[in-house]
């Protein structure tokens, strides 16, 4: 029963959901290939990784990252950050985007709140297909019922109905994402 997923969503100490939901996913059996490490590392540039900065760059595990999002069964977001529940910074809006380019389903802990810094194209084009999002938090479930959810989930095509303008700006922006990454 291969399940394979990443999770997205800010990766900084202060979201301690990203390792919680990575440690209860593992556990109930599911493929999670980032983050990469088991807990944040903190570089020499005082920046926080989910890998080992002297293992990879960090262009090389962002280009992962949405090759993984290409080929997992669904892409879960951990959208929290300390006290935040919901928030979706500019970066996992793009991971989204790329989510839904590649028809994928969506998963987060919490309703989805977005960032200042998020482009009000992206928002608008996230909120358009939030109906189709599935809000879920594994850390409140057992391992059956985690495992039906995300079968579920894997066996569901979303239906995202991006209009031709809407289908453009998502490849646009999915593209530069990945050239900037080259």
Do not use: W
């Not at 389903?105 to 358009?128: C, F, G, H, S």
């Not at 109906?131 to 894997?154: E, G």
């Amino acid at each position: 029963m291969d399940i394979n997923t990443q999770l997205g969503g800010p990766y900084r100490p202060e979201n301690h959901a990203l390792f919680e939901v990575k440690n209860k996913l593992v556990a109930a059996g599911v493929d999670v290939r980032q983050p990469m490490g088991d807990n944040f590392v903190i570089g020499d540039d005082g920046k926080s990784y989910g890998f080992h900065p002297l293992a990879a760059t960090l262009k090389q595990v962002e280009l992962d990252f949405l090759r993984s999002i290409a080929t997992c069964d669904l892409h879960f977001v951990c959208n929290e950050l300390g006290t935040a529940k919901g928030h979706i910074g500019e970066n996992t809006a793009k991971g989204m985007l790329y989510a839904i380019r590649k028809n994928k389903p969506i998963m987060l802990l919490n309703e989805p709140r977005y960032a200042n810094t998020v482009a009000p194209d992206i928002k608008q084009i996230l909120r358009e297909c939030q109906d189709k999002f599935i809000i879920f938090d594994p850390r409140k479930h057992t391992t059956p019922t985690i495992l039906r959810t995300f079968l579920k989930a894997r066996r569901t095509t979303p239906a995202y109905n991006l209009n031709a303008a809407q289908k453009t700006l998502v490849r646009v922006i999915s593209q530069k994402n990945i050239s900037d990454l080259l």
